[in-house]
């Protein structure tokens, strides 16, 4: 890394060609080296120290400030500074040296450049080549120190540099005048009046360097180069400075050229710094408690897009301040995004905020600040209260008040669990005091409390919880601890509450044991507040002595009376390994064993023996106090394997070494079942394993053959493991079983073996008949042409029966494994010869006896149907011909049925007769009718269908009508109405006799139920009738209905009615008083009624009484 000083009058933003170059950077910051020295770059007041890395990014370092840079040979890194300036090198006391760049004195350059106090430094040679070149192939780094940590306190920056590794990056250290301050310099608040006496003679001491310095300053080294220099092209880069474009740039032999680079460089940085500093003030949004959210606009003059030419986007940064409008402002952004979210502030509180914007590490003036003030919220959660003063029944609390986040506190929660201990709060205490008393509380308990602040706009969280306990008396003495349960190195002693406390008291118990009978001191073992505790790590068969003691809050009590207890005695060892006591058999023997070496501080009790079989499967034989043991129900000639294990009170000890033991010889083992093969031949092949022989060899075999157990026979006995057997009947069930004998006896039988032997063609069928009671539905081809044969399933000698051949001479028909096969299209009246055989897979067997079958002759044809009459409600049928002999002589059943609404035909009939009449019907409707003949040839076919109708019903005879004298010679009839009948209209026909006339005379027809008639003749007789009369409305017919009973009239006089007989009941005005059965009807219900509502008034009279 390369360290170059550049003096201009404002920030440069396109570097010389020199500094475009690839160069090498130090891959990694190297510390603790003897070799590594810290160098210090002085920046003075006013000037800027930029440092460029590879991506052309800048970082800018504005002074007063003191860079620690890394060297990593210890060598001054090469400074490059503008015309009119030097740099030198400050070596103190402690041996830190410092890179100061001031301006040359008039003694040595032309009076165009400023003068300078210090002298100058001479700068390597290879500087000297050309004004902006340094050489590629330089290996000296200067890293810059990363913290505070690389270097002494004493040479800290007055400017907080970023915490940033320069690994791999190119540093340029350039200076700008002092004249340009930035604006939040501005707004800073001024400094310390000893800080800023001591800058300014800090500033006075670099201006004014030692005088043997500078006595050497004047050289003929200019800006680090010789003065016959003549200047050369540079290499075109491209510059680090923002909103530059790339330029070729001569080479520049004369400091006027360089001077003219310089001021086009701070011209250029001035004008983006200006740009920078107009960013406008920010906007705050969504203000919360603790949360804003502030945005911005990017400032205006450069444009940063993807085809504005510039390669960097702005970046910024928020500074806020909580100490007022020129209080001390706090970096809390950097980043590239126009909005930022403000979390952690605090409520109620005054905010200013101001808004920084840089671009290629340009940086400019902050932005007018804004201010906000934060919303109100809940208060802070309390500490928890503290306890003030308490006794045995009362405690009083206080508390402090937390921070209200701008409202004011206005009441106080208390909450307590009241000494449950179970985690559940209630309120105690709510108000604006900071203290708080409860009484009638249980002395010595303990109390957990929570507090919460409440303000006009919410609560807080509640505190920490807080116990606080109650006063109450010492403990008395405890009873002393009683044993629950003893082990070999643990004893589980439980105890009970002392006498006066309460089950809400808090005791603690101190449990103390005395392990030594020599030491009288107890110590300490348990303190809980548990009523049981398990003391382990202790010594078995060793006695021990435990004391009590219970405390509390206000002491602690005497100890209880001694427990003595004693440990568990520790199991018991091995015994000796068993041995065989007596002769072996082969089922049995004796073993004996002595008892276990080692104490264990307890006698045995009892031995248990245990036995592992040669499939290593264990079992314990013996369980007891003897010394010996017998075992029987064993193989012969097994190897049987024996171990003994011990117990007393502690428990059961180790298992013995084991012994083997090996049964005396026996009979043979039970013989596998045999395995028997089927030959081609018919033989058979019977073969088998040898069993196990039980420690002597085998002399034969036996061997067992029969149709079943309880005749088996023995057909082979020998040495061989195999057997034939001949002359067997096909597909028979034969069974075997085997046997072994050897020099001490006979084995047992093997397992009993089924076998068969192969299958044959199936026997002939034995029962073959003809189904002559069939039912003639059972089957839906007629009768006549068909035959139904059955017959009994033969057997099939040992392979499923697949079907049936069956001969009808000429014929010949297969069917499958069934015992019922129909036999169709044959003739009627014929006789048939049949005859059947069974087949499966190895054959077909041989035929049956012929059976001879006829078959019935044909069912009659359906007659002719006919309608004999049609009424409204019924249909007479009739149908064949009642008079024909032939129907006679073969008596036929006739089957009628007829058609429901579901389109299924129902039998209403059935029998020889040759007419029916259906009644129940419906006038005017249409009906479907089938019928069938059946003799003893069976069910003839239905005929076609029927279809007949109903005609329409006449309409019903009427009531004799009602006469009515009117005013005059008129008179009014009245008679009862008939509804439509299917739609169709009733009219109404009225006739009138007048006198002794012989005919009625028609008066009136219409749909009215009433007519007048006038002109009648006083003293004469009148019969009046109705009939209701049907209109069909589809045929226009009109079917009239009977007429009515005819009703008298005499027309009489007035006078005759004032003086005749006023209580007839024959008179029509007396009929007209009486009330009709409407008005009767209503005159009960309304008689109930009241008689309802003067039991419900009683009822309640009563019941309220």
Same mark, same amino acid.
């Given at each position: ?725 001949? /002359?067997? @009947? %096909?597909?028979?069930? +034969?069974?075997?079983?085997? !046997?072994?004998? =050897?020099?001490? *006896?006979? $084995? &047992?039988? #093997? ?73 169709? /299209?044959? @003739? %009627?009246?014929?006789? +048939?010869?049949?005859?059947? !055989?069974?087949? =499966?897979?190895? *054959?077909? $067997? &041989?035929? #049956? ?257």
């Amino acid at each position: 890394m390369y360290v170059t000083m550049m003096m201009t009058d404002q920030i440069p933003l396109e570097l010389p060609p020199l500094l475009n170059g690839e160069v090498a950077m130090m891959p990694h910051l190297v510390n603790g080296d003897a070799a590594q020295q810290v160098i210090l770059v002085q920046v003075n007041p006013g000037e800027t120290f930029t440092i460029r890395a590879e991506d052309g990014t800048l970082q800018c370092i504005q002074g007063p400030a003191e860079v620690p840079m890394m060297s990593p040979n210890g060598s001054i890194p090469p400074i490059h500074v503008p015309p009119g300036y030097i740099s030198q090198v400050i070596e103190d006391s402690t041996g830190v040296r410092r890179v100061v760049v001031t301006p040359q004195s008039p003694e040595c350059y032309p009076p165009s450049y400023p003068s300078a106090m210090s002298p100058t430094h001479h700068l390597p040679p290879y500087l000297t080549h050309h004004p902006h070149f340094i050489h590629n192939s330089h290996t000296a780094y200067y890293p810059p120190v990363t913290g505070p940590g690389d270097m002494p306190p004493q040479f800290f920056p007055q400017h907080h540099l970023p915490h940033t590794i320069y690994g791999e990056q190119e540093i340029i250290p350039l200076y700008g005048m002092s004249s340009y301050i930035t604006r939040e310099d501005q707004y800073s608040k001024p400094p310390h009046k000893k800080l800023k006496d001591r800058q300014i003679d800090r500033q006075n001491r670099l201006n004014s360097p030692p005088s043997s310095i500078y006595k050497s300053s004047c050289t003929t080294v200019y800006n680090g180069y010789g003065k016959g220099h003549s200047g050369g092209s540079g290499g075109g880069g491209s510059g680090g400075g923002p909103g530059i474009k790339k330029t070729e740039r001569r080479a520049r032999s004369s400091p006027k050229s360089n001077d003219s680079d310089l001021q086009e460089y701070e011209l250029e940085v001035k004008r983006v710094q200006d740009i920078l500093s107009g960013i406008e003030k920010p906007q705050v949004s969504n203000i919360q408690a603790r949360a804003v959210v502030l945005s911005w606009a990017p400032p205006v003059g450069l444009s940063c897009g993807p085809h504005s030419g510039l390669s960097f986007p702005y970046s910024y940064e928020v500074a806020l301040s909580d100490k007022g409008r020129d209080g001390k402002y706090k970096i809390i952004y950097s980043g590239e995004e126009l909005e930022c979210n403000l979390k952690d502030l605090r409520p109620a509180t005054d905010y200013h905020v101001r808004v920084y914007a840089m671009y290629n590490s340009v940086k400019g003036s902050c932005s007018e600040p804004v201010s906000f003030t934060t919303h109100s919220c809940a208060p802070e959660c309390p500490f928890p209260p503290k306890l003030a003063h308490r006794s045995k029944s009362s405690l009083t609390l206080q508390w402090k008040a937390p921070i209200d986040n701008g409202s004011k506190i206005t009441n106080y929660l208390l909450e307590w669990d009241e000494g449950k201990r179970n985690s559940g709060f209630r309120q105690c205490f709510f108000g604006s005091q900071k203290h708080c008393k409860l009484t009638k509380l249980c002395p010595a308990m303990g109390y957990t409390f929570r507090l919460a602040a409440r303000n006009d706009i919410g609560t807080s969280g509640y505190s920490q919880e807080v116990v606080c306990y109650t006063l109450g008396n010492i403990p008395q003495m405890p009873s002393a601890p009683r044993l629950v349960r003893a082990g070999i190195t643990w004893v589980t002693l439980q105890w009970s509450k002392p006498e006066g406390c309460s089950p809400e008291e808090v005791i603690t118990y101190t449990l103390e044991i005395q392990e030594d009978e020599n030491d009288n001191l107890f110590h300490p073992k348990y303190t809980g507040e548990d009523l049981t505790c398990t003391v382990k790590n202790l010594k078995r068969s060793t006695q021990y002595k435990f004391r009590l003691t219970a405390s509390n809050t206000e002491g602690k009590s005497c100890p209880s009376e001694v427990l003595v207890c004693t440990t568990s005695p520790d199991r018991p060892g091995p015994p000796t390994r068993p041995l065989v006591k007596g002769p072996v058999t082969s089922h049995g023997f004796s073993v004996k064993w002595d008892v276990p070496a080692s104490e264990s501080g307890c006698e045995v009790s009892e031995y248990s023996v245990e036995m592992t079989e040669p499939k290593d499967v264990a079992s314990e034989v013996y369980h007891g106090p003897e010394l010996e043991c017998t075992v029987g129900n064993l193989l012969p000639g097994t190897v049987y394997r024996f171990r003994v294990r011990a117990l007393n009170d502690g428990g059961y000890g180790p298992y013995s070494d084991v012994s083997e033991i090996t049964t005396a010889a026996g009979p043979p083992g039970q013989c596998k079942a045999p395995c028997i093969s089927c030959m081609p031949d018919g033989c058979v092949l019977v073969s088998w394993e040898s069993p196990d022989s039980s420690g002597a060899d085998i002399s034969e075999y036996r061997l067992e053959w029969g149709e079943d157990e309880e005749s088996l026979e023995f057909i082979y006995h020998g040495t061989d493991t195999r057997f034939e057997i001949r /002359d067997l @009947l %096909p597909a028979a069930q +034969y069974c075997c079983r085997l !046997q072994a004998f =050897n020099q001490a *006896g006979p $084995g &047992p039988y #093997s397992e009993l073996v089924l076998c068969q032997t192969p299958a044959s063609a199936p026997d002939p069928v034995s029962t073959l008949c003809v189904l002559e009671e069939e039912p003639l539905d059972a089957y839906p081809d007629s009768p006549s042409a068909c035959l139904v044969l059955n017959w009994e399933e033969p057997c099939n000698n040992g392979s499923e029966i697949l079907g049936y051949n069956i001969d009808l001479g000429d014929t010949s028909i297969t069917v499958g494994n069934t015992t019922t096969h129909v036999m169709k /299209d044959l @003739l %009627p009246e014929t006789t +048939y010869r049949i005859r059947i !055989q069974a087949i =499966n897979e190895i *054959g077909a $067997g &041989p035929f #049956s006896q012929f059976i001879k079958a006829k078959t019935r002759p044909l069912p009659p044809l359906p007659p002719r149907l006919e309608c004999a009459a049609a009424g409204p409600q019924s249909l007479k049928l009739k149908w064949g011909d009642s008079n024909s002999k032939t129907h006679a002589a073969d008596d036929l059943v006739y089957t009628l049925q007829l058609e429901d609404r579901n389109k299924r035909f129902i039998s209403i009939y059935r029998g020889p007769s040759h007419t029916y009449k259906v009644q129940r019907l419906t006038e005017f409707t249409c009906y479907s009718f089938r019928i069938q003949a059946a003799s003893e040839a069976g069910e003839g076919p239905f005929s076609e269908t029927y279809t007949f109708s109903t005609t329409k019903s006449v309409p019903p005879t009427i009531k004799a009508p009602r006469v009515t004298q009117l005013e005059g010679n008129s008179c009014e009839i009245l008679w009862e109405t008939v509804p439509p009948m299917k739609g169709d209209p009733v009219n109404y026909i009225l006739q009138v006799l007048v006198g002794r006339e012989s005919e009625y005379k028609q008066v009136y027809k219409g749909e009215e139920a009433t007519f007048q008639i006038s002109g009648l003749q006083t003293n004469t007789d009148y019969r009046f009738r109705v009939c209701a009369c049907r209109r069909c409305l589809d045929t226009s017919q009109e079917l009239s209905g009977a007429f009515s009973p005819s009703a008298a009239f005499v027309l009489q006089r007035s006078e005759v009615m004032l003086t005749g007989d006023m209580g007839s009941l024959d008179d029509p005005k007396m009929k007209s008083m009486m009330p009709t059965d409407e008005q009767f009807a209503a005159i009960i219900v309304l008689g109930f009624a009241t008689l309802s509502i003067l039991f419900a008034f009683i009822l309640q009279y009563f019941l309220m009484k």
